[in-house]
């Protein structure tokens, strides 16, 4: 189940807004990429905390067309960490690496222009 900013897990209520309504968009996007609930919330809480109070060394990884398909890259490095042949194809699992990685994510569109920011 989505939430928003009035309607919310208990655990979320006793939260700085700005903590909470990050942690609302970091469940929401954990339960998209398939988490239970039960995970989605702590992993929502610690990732928000870190994100509003201070963890500004979070790693940023890319989603860009590659010549071989798309790549998830660490931003500013020139290896590919995964690349596949369709962007949708390489979501889900970039998506998980960089949520094991406490990281952000930004993903490109064939164009080269930035389509989205997921983690940040």
């Given at each position: ?10 655990s ?7 903590v ?37 060394d ?14 998830l ?6 290896k ?16 998980r ?8 994510l930004?993903?490109?569109?064939e ?8 983690y940040?």
């Amino acid at each position: 189940m989505p939430w928003n900013k009035n309607d919310y897990p208990d655990s979320f209520k006793n939260l700085d807004e700005a903590v909470r309504n990050k942690a609302i968009e970091i469940a929401n996007a954990l339960l998209r990429d398939g988490y239970e609930e039960g995970r989605a919330i702590p992993i929502a809480l610690d990732q928000a905390r870190d994100t509003v109070e201070g963890d500004s060394d979070a790693p940023v990884y890319e989603i860009r067309k590659h010549s071989e398909g798309w790549q998830l890259k660490k931003k500013d490095s020139k290896k590919a960490i995964l690349i596949e042949d369709t962007k949708d194809d390489l979501m889900g699992e970039a998506k998980r690496y960089v949520n094991r990685n406490n990281g952000e994510l930004h993903i490109y569109a064939e164009d080269d222009s930035l389509q989205e920011k997921l983690y940040e």
